[in-house]
């Protein structure tokens, strides 16, 4: 116990570097949360052929932009990726569509025959490949990386009993197109999730999460809308009056100004990877990436690309580094020294690798791609994977949330109830993503388990 109260002792240290916030007083209980078994980390934001999660409407962006960033250059070059979906962003859903879509412009230009490369072998990029394969092009994928998948990256592992999806996990918007019956052809399991959340406050009460937050950003957005310009959610919520919440506790011991705050630590930040005060108040619910009813957890993503990939021709550890276009065609240049020839090409690096300028076009991308690209915004968000031998916990809810704390971790998911595996997941966007990802593994694992301790089973020994 000397050493596990050691670890309560840093973690309570190591977070409480951000603005003081008021909180009510909440002597925390001694951390019982066992070390897990195994754990994994994201770090999206730091990958080079990522640099961040999805993209989202940044203040002062429109969806227009999306179709402005994907306008094609004279007729060799070509845009797909979730970036440019106008329905979906920043999903799979997006970017699958996106790769029909981007596949269907090349058919009209081409000629039969016509040698097609597609940068990046994601989801958008795979589709196309296919559709364009189909069609009776040459097609070859070019990829940076040494997998194929990009931000759908299914881990499999001896160490660990079942495949973790360290990108996307979840079907997002069920209804539209058949991407879940395609993933349940393909073997993978989609579950729907059909508990709600268990919220707990410090000391491991329930906390009736109500609609405070939701409410007082709808009537943020509201009021935002009828201004003359665009403005942050956070300025939209100050302006409006909506974050002028009473700050007593109530029953549940967190007042609504906590609610608000969890709010928005859990359902925008952590789970759309945007801080309010870099989000558009009139664009906010594009992409509304928070878990909602039509949503599916996926196990087994990656079941799609080896799929769609299959018999294509493809080129892994291979980044592109410059594109020139002439009249007769595109040259690709490789990082590693080598170049090859295509008559068109199709782009579907994300948009955080556009933003960064580590591909050269010669000649530069107009204006009007440019100005889109920078527009919009590049989410951060990252995932903390703990793998138990055993269950420290009771509830048999899927979805967890802390409020009242720390913000850092305010949500979980339980993998336990529809895999049978002891296996949690954690999601933390923007700043505090990026603060978290400057955490040793030990820091960050004592920061965790700290945020876990009202789920903790008054009866399990540890
Ligand atoms: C943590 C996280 C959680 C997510 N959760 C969900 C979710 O639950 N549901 C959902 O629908 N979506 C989710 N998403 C978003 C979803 O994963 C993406 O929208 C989708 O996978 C993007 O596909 P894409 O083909 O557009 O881009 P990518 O998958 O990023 O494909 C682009 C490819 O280009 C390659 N590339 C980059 N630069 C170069 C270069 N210079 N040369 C050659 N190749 C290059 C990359 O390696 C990559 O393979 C999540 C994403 C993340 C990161």
């Known amino acids: 116990m000397g050493s596990l109260s050691g670890i309560s002792l840093l973690v309570v240290s190591a977070c409480t570097t951000p603005a003081p916030r008021p909180r009510p007083t909440v002597t925390l209980m001694p951390s019982v949360v066992p070390r897990p078994d195994g754990f994994v980390r994201t770090a999206w934001t730091d990958d080079p052929f990522a640099r961040g999660a999805f993209s989202f409407p940044r203040v002062g962006s429109t969806p227009e932009d999306r179709i402005a960033m994907r306008q094609s250059v004279d007729d060799r070059l070509y845009f797909a990726g979730e970036a440019t979906a106008e329905v979906d962003p920043g999903t799979v859903q997006g970017a699958r569509a996106s790769g029909e879509r981007a596949a269907a412009e090349v058919q009209v230009a081409a000629e039969p025959g016509e040698r097609i490369a597609i940068i990046g072998a994601g989801i958008a990029g795979a589709t196309a490949a296919r559709r364009l394969s189909d069609d009776g092009f040459s097609v070859v994928v070019i990829e940076g990386r040494d997998r194929a998948g990009g931000r759908i990256h299914t881990a499999r592992s001896n160490n660990w009993p079942i495949p973790i999806e360290l990108g996307a996990a979840w079907v997002r918007n069920i209804d539209r197109g058949s991407l879940a019956d395609d993933l349940m052809r393909l073997g993978a399991e989609v579950?729907?999730?059909?508990?709600?959340?268990?919220?707990?406050?410090?000391?491991?009460?329930?906390?009736?999460?109500?609609?405070?937050?939701?409410?007082?950003?709808?009537?943020?957005?509201?009021?935002?809308?009828?201004?003359?310009?665009?403005?942050?959610?956070?300025?939209?919520?100050?302006?409006?009056?909506?974050?002028?919440?009473?700050?007593?506790?109530?029953?549940?011991?967190?007042?609504?100004?906590?609610?608000?705050?969890?709010?928005?630590?859990?359902?925008?930040?952590?789970?759309?990877?945007?801080?309010?005060?870099?989000?558009?108040?009139?664009?906010?619910?594009?992409?509304?990436?928070?878990?909602?009813?039509?949503?599916?957890?996926?196990?087994?993503?990656?079941?799609?690309?080896?799929?769609?990939?299959?018999?294509?021709?493809?080129?892994?550890?291979?980044?592109?580094?410059?594109?020139?276009?002439?009249?007769?065609?595109?040259?690709?240049?490789?990082?590693?020294?080598?170049?090859?020839?295509?008559?068109?090409?199709?782009?579907?690096?994300?948009?955080?690798?556009?933003?960064?300028?580590?591909?050269?076009?010669?000649?530069?991308?107009?204006?009007?791609?440019?100005?889109?690209?920078?527009?919009?915004?590049?989410?951060?968000?990252?995932?903390?994977?703990?793998?138990?031998?055993?269950?420290?916990?009771?509830?048999?809810?899927?979805?967890?949330?802390?409020?009242?704390?720390?913000?850092?971790?305010?949500?979980?998911?339980?993998?336990?109830?529809?895999?049978?595996?002891?296996?949690?997941?954690?999601?933390?966007?923007?700043?505090?993503?990026?603060?978290?990802?400057?955490?040793?593994?030990?820091?960050?694992?004592?920061?965790?388990?700290?945020?876990?301790?009202?789920?903790?089973?008054?009866?399990?020994?540890?």
């Open 191 to 462: 579950t729907a999730i059909v508990s709600t959340k268990d919220a707990r406050n410090l000391t491991g009460a329930a906390v009736d999460l109500g609609s405070v937050g939701s409410q007082a950003v709808a009537t943020a957005m509201m009021w935002a809308s009828t201004q003359p310009g665009d403005v942050t959610l956070e300025v939209a919520l100050r302006e409006s009056g909506a974050a002028d919440l009473p700050n007593e506790p109530e029953s549940s011991g967190v007042s609504q100004a906590t609610l608000l705050e969890h709010y928005l630590a859990a359902d925008i930040t952590a789970g759309q990877g945007v801080d309010p005060d870099e989000l558009s108040a009139w664009y906010a619910t594009d992409p509304l990436l928070a878990t909602g009813e039509g949503d599916r957890l996926v196990t087994g993503y990656d079941a799609l690309l080896t799929e769609l990939l299959e018999d294509l021709e493809i080129l892994p550890s291979s980044a592109v580094v410059n594109v020139t276009s002439s009249e007769r065609g595109v040259a690709l240049r490789l990082a590693r020294g080598d170049s090859l020839s295509a008559d068109r090409v199709v782009i579907t690096v994300p948009l955080g690798v556009l933003q960064a300028g580590t591909i050269e076009f010669d000649p530069p991308l107009p204006f009007s791609n440019r100005g889109a690209i920078s527009a919009l915004g590049m989410a951060r968000q990252e995932k903390l994977v703990l793998r138990y031998d055993t269950a420290f916990w009771s509830t048999d809810a899927v979805l967890w949330a802390t409020v009242g704390g720390d913000a850092d971790f305010p949500l979980w998911v339980n993998l336990e109830p529809i895999t049978g595996e002891a296996i949690l997941v954690a999601t933390m966007g923007g700043d505090t993503a990026d603060r978290l990802a400057k955490y040793t593994d030990a820091e960050l694992l004592d920061a965790a388990m700290a945020s876990l301790v009202p789920f903790v089973d008054p009866d399990h020994s540890v």
